[in-house]
């Protein structure tokens, strides 16, 4: 006789099952181990055997599995006379988990100018087949590809399983105020995962710097200012006035 014992080390894409032979019946076990199934109150199921059986208990680890859905799962053992299983269990896989690297600051920005773009990674070990979402975010636009088509959001497209992703990211003020805040990254049948960023935009003039001045009369004077020195013109005075041109 076997019966079917319980489920640990569940993630995502993996399990250990176990099961204990009470009784090795008439001959000698031949083969033991786990059988498990989608299928609730199955016959026939994907057998995974064992080998480490210890004071009649032993263990299965099972992979490549689905996240976020139920197995049902029944210990066996086989002898000269048949094969015996235990009772059904079942158990149900841990939902993915989506990590990512960190995005760099944006700093402080001239409104209505975009930034170069810089990029942060999103990975899972075990993604169900819905598509990846990322943004959308005040201020920031994003694409796949570096020189791609930037857009106010993405959908990716994915066939499960592993997963990984480089996201870029484009800021372009459109106000002078903070856009500090969270891009959502959701999908794969993981929970939403949110990457801080952080940008300001802000409008200031030209700086200019004041000169000294030369060539100094009575009544005429020469004003200097910083400038490139290959498009100005001679300072004139005349009438009294200081005319202080520049080329256009």
Do not use: H, W
């Amino acid at each position: 006789m076997v019966s079917t014992g319980a489920a640990s080390a569940i993630t995502s894409s993996s399990a250990t099952l176990a099961g204990t032979i009470t009784d090795n019946g008439c001959t000698a076990v031949t083969a033991y181990g786990i059988t498990y199934s989608l299928v609730n109150g199955f016959t026939t199921g994907t057998d995974v055997a064992s080998t480490n059986i210890s004071s009649g208990s032993f263990t299965s680890s099972i992979s490549s599995l689905l996240p976020s859905t139920t197995y049902y799962y029944k210990a066996y053992s086989t002898n000269n006379g048949g094969t015996a299983f235990g009772v059904q269990q079942s158990f149900t896989t841990a939902a993915p988990v989506l990590t990512a690297t960190t995005l760099n600051s944006f700093g402080s920005l001239c409104v209505n100018i975009a930034s170069t773009a810089q990029n942060f990674t999103i990975t899972s070990t075990a993604l169900t087949t819905a598509n990846v979402v990322v943004g959308p975010l005040a201020g920031y636009t994003f694409a796949t590809t570096e020189n791609g088509t930037y857009s106010a959001s993405l959908n990716i497209t994915q066939p499960g399983g592993a997963f990984s992703q480089v996201v870029y990211v484009i800021f372009t003020p459109a106000a002078i105020q903070s856009y500090n805040g969270n891009i959502p990254v959701s999908g794969g049948g993981a929970n939403t995962l949110n990457i801080p960023v952080s940008g300001s935009g802000y409008n200031a003039p030209a700086d200019v710097v004041t000169g000294a001045s030369s060539a100094i009369t009575a009544n005429t004077a020469c004003l200097l200012y910083p400038s490139n020195a290959a498009d100005d013109l001679p300072c004139v005075a005349s009438g009294g006035r200081v005319l202080i041109q520049k080329k256009t």
